[in-house]
């Protein structure tokens, strides 16, 4: 990247950032848009830590509503104001753990204790390969969700009931005299664009390199001298780690956490948006993302409650259509895009102009 | 000048009943090019899958330079040694540029951790990028580094994987099969890349190689294999005048 398309690139994120600033103080919170880009934002931090294991080194893992669960879980028992305690652990008797640390601090244990689970269940996972390392992932996150609502542990986890009552993204609105900067959307944007920077960083760095020639050929990689064991477990446990923020966002998203919430279908909806961005594309991840969530949440609503794009039919449009429809959407971008919106590319002015100039350019009668 | 870089004893590897290398010695000493050839199915890549530690070999030992290698070391750690391969079968990182394939090669000799990589702390990016740039121009392959390795025609390939095994720094290359897939003319030119590699880079060479014509203009000592036996070694002379390896390989001159 040159150094103007980078200053470009830089310039148009500050913009979108702005635009959400101007957006959040004029319309109203209740607004859908802001749903869509909340949650948005967490599900494609989490579909970008995904990316990273299954898109750029090649390891197909279906843990990653376990390792959510985790830091969600982390983030809710140690952010609940201790007053709040009594009340949220009514059966436990308030719970065992009596004291708070700063959301800030929380976040990184939320991403410190996935990363520590990852690095032990690595070792022995790690050494499956393709299918196997997909069913054992996919065990974990059950088994992840089965020990959090067991009732033994619920001083600590308050067993099968709600976690609730810690700092929601609607606590980051600063109300100053009478007047209420909006900030609920902002926060989580920041969040996570600082935390997809990182992993950028770290897909550009020679350990991203490293991670894609695994992908590519283990057997040529290991004779380069790298030692596939450790660098895959660096990837599972740097992927671990950001989707246990992802989680402590969904959590501050949700305003409560139930570990039965987070069932293998969220870590499919997950991967499809992978599939749907493209395996190995960051910005894929992102947009497919928000794709995703606008669509199941958003713009085919309607489907479910009776008229859609102004077509009134009650009959057909009922509670379980949009599930249909979105299936056989996703069954033809499969079909048809099987490389995903963005193929293994990233997403760039550059791309932009060329594509236009190829769309502009007449073409040639004979080929060459 | 001749100390020996490789030192092969009584080198036994069983899958299952069947013996793919039984009881071979082989050395290989500084600066020399040897080479390994045989029937197919003799063995040859099976010895170089036992040195390079993608097999545990079933008896016998490896020492290289002096040093035995303990058994189930793993390959990335061999290739640490200074042990770099190719493979018969090309195995690029095909999705890779060709400027990238030769910079994972570096990856091992950085000093760097993840945060310092990430984060570009140290230095040592640029300088194995420095080097890497250094190594592609060196071999001709400069203008073509921005290409993805699958992009390359066949030759270039096979020279890329050499590049990239070079990159690692190594003291011994083994080459399985370097000239496979390719006609007369590139293989004599890929004779004299390989004498020329081995004099710039200070390297030893075993190989693996069906062309004879190669394996005679370039090698100073030859080992034959047949059905996993040490059948013959000697020279290139030597080897042409023994009654059992055109027996068993080589055959006699008009039915090549």
Redesign the interface.
Known sequence: MTKTQKFISVLLLVALYAVIFVLEQTLAPSEMLFTVLKKGAIYALVAVSMNLLNGFTGLFSLGQAGFMLIGAYVYGIFTIPIDARASVYQYFDGGVIQFTVPLVVALIMAGTAAALIAALIGLPVLRLKSDYLAIATLGFAEIMRAILQWDKLGPVTNGSNLLRKFPTFNDFNIVTGGKTIYMSTLVPFIIVGVCIFVIVLVINSSYGRVFRAIRDDERAAEAMGVSLFAHKELSFVISSFFAGVGGALLAMYQMTVQASAFKAAMTYEILLIVVIGGLGSVTGSCIGSFLFIAASEWWLRGLDSGSFLGISAPMLFRAGFRKVVFAVIIMAIVLFYRKGLMGANEFSIQGIANFFKKLFTPRKRSAK | MSGSVLNIKNLTMRFGGVTAVDNLPLEVRRGEIVALIGPNGAGKTTVFNCV?G?YEATDGSVSFLGKPIAKGT????I??LGI??T?QNI??????TVF?NV????????R?N?FS????IRK??QR?RDEALALLEEQGLLHLKDEAASNLPYGLQRHLEIA??LA?DPELILLDEPAAGMNPQETSELAEFIQQIRGKYKLTVLIIEHHMDLVMQISDRIYVLDFGKLIATGTPAEIQENQRVIDAYLGVADDA
Do not use: G, Y
């Open positions: 390079t993608v793993t390959p990335d750690k290739t640490k770099a391969r493979f195995r690029l990182f095909s999705t890779m990238e910079l994972v090669a570096k990856h091992m000799r950085m760097q993840i990589a990430a984060f570009r040592e990016e194995v990239r095994a690692t």
